[in-house]
């Protein structure tokens, strides 16, 4: 018998305010003026936090932490346009979110202190998953989410976050199998910021795109220029307007890049090249977005002045909050090994305490 093509697939890619700004005015979505400064707001927040954390970090005061400058656009916009009865299910790069979603730098900060309360400050009724450090682990539990949802008749979604590393990873394959089966509610978003800690991503992977791995489950995949706050706001609202409607998942592959490094244990220039990073810095998020307000009469020097004083001082506010802190029981993370201490545990507690107090007592 001959040979004959049962199924051909094609991959669309969205761009609308390009690198150099340049505007597609007939992709443009329809956004109120309040909307559009509410998105570069957060977007601010987000890099001037990022900032302030690259200070308190290499000054000693707090630990290691993975910075989202560059990434922005993709966490803000995604989470403006989610509503209330949806779920964030996050990764380590999604500050912007986060933050748009109620949690604050105070909790970001006691977290990277060492202090797990600041990873789950926030009432169940924000619907945000605690920060996820295993690589991919976190689409599965998205997926459990939106399962259970379907299951329950709630109407939500989730969103879950993810780098081009976490792609390469079982754990992703197998959510977006189950999604797939199961049409849950869930969107995947891959923030392809070129690099997997060290691993560029042609070493990684030989897909062409990594958007198209979601042609494999059948369900619906994009990539956008994830720089781009217009693009980004029409791939996820089109996205969620599919799954409110029981439509079942997405797959986004988000392009940006990753400014600075992995966490702030990593070198970056080791690896890549300071002319790869001045290109993208050509091409990022925040600057490009406050070139379309500036068009649009929504922005200029005097408001970003304003802007930048109103973020030092909240950031002020809650690094001074977080310092002020004297109640850290040092050694907390003894109590949440086991449910019952075992004979070991407890040894290693006394040993731990005894040396802090021989610390003390040298200092």
């Known amino acids: 018998m001959p040979r004959e093509t049962i199924a051909e697939f094609g991959l669309e890619h969205l761009q609308i ?35 302030r954390m690259l200070n308190l970090q290499r000054q ?3 630990g290691t932490f993975g910075p989202s400058t560059g990434q922005e656009a993709i966490a803000v916009t995604t989470a403006l ?3 209330d009865e949806d779920w964030l299910v996050g990764a380590f790069r999604e500050l912007g979110a986060r933050l748009v979603r109620g949690e604050t730098l105070l909790g970001n900060l ?9 990873n789950a400050v926030l009432p169940a009724e924000k619907r945000v998953l605690p920060i996820n450090i295993i690589v991919a682990s976190q689409n599965l539990q ?38 797939s089966v199961w049409r849950a509610p869930v969107i995947f978003i891959s923030q392809n910021n070129q690099w997997a800690i060290s691993v560029p991503r042609e070493k990684q992977m030989h897909s062409q795109t990594i958007a198209q791995k979601g042609i494999a489950y059948d369900m619906p995949c994009i990539q956008v220029d994830g720089n781009d706050v217009l693009a980004m706001h029409v791939a996820v609202t089109e996205a969620l307007d599919r799954a409110h409607a029981g439509e079942g998942p997405t797959l986004i592959e988000a392009v940006t890049y990753r400014l ?16 790869e990073e001045n290109e993208w810095w050509e091409k990022e998020p925040i600057k490009r977005f406050r070139g379309y307000l500036e068009k649009k009469g929504l922005w200029d020097d005097k408001r970003e002045e304003a802007l930048l004083a109103e973020l030092k001082a909240q950031i002020d506010t809650d690094v001074k909050e977080f310092e002020s802190r004297t109640d850290f029981k040092v050694d907390a993370p003894f109590d949440y090994v086991y449910a019952e201490e ?15 107090g021989k610390e003390a007592n040298h200092g």
């Not at 992709?27 to 900032?51: F, T, V």
């Not at 600075?260 to 002319?275: G, I, L």
């Not at 075992?342 to 802090?356: G, M, N, V």
């Open 60 to 62: 000693g005061r707090i």
């Open 260 to 275: 600075m490094m992995h966490t702030t244990a990593d070198d970056p220039r080791k690896y890549r090249s300071e002319e």
């Open 110 to 118: 006691l977290l990277y202190n060492g202090c797990e309360e600041g």
């Open 17 to 51: 305010l390009d690198d150099t700004g340049k505007l597609d005015a007939k992709l443009e979505p329809k956004l109120d003026d309040a909307h559009l400064l509410e998105i570069y707001r957060y977007m601010m927040l987000a890099r001037e936090s990022d900032k």
């Open 342 to 356: 075992p004979a070991e545990i407890a040894q290693q507690r006394t040993e731990f305490l005894e040396s802090i």
């Open 81 to 83: 346009a989610m509503n």
């Open 142 to 179: 998205a997926v459990g989410l939106g399962y259970a949802m379907k299951h329950q008749g709630d109407k939500g979604a989730v969103v879950s976050f993810m780098g081009d590393g976490a792609t390469s990873e079982g754990d992703f394959h197998e959510a977006l199998n189950f999604a």
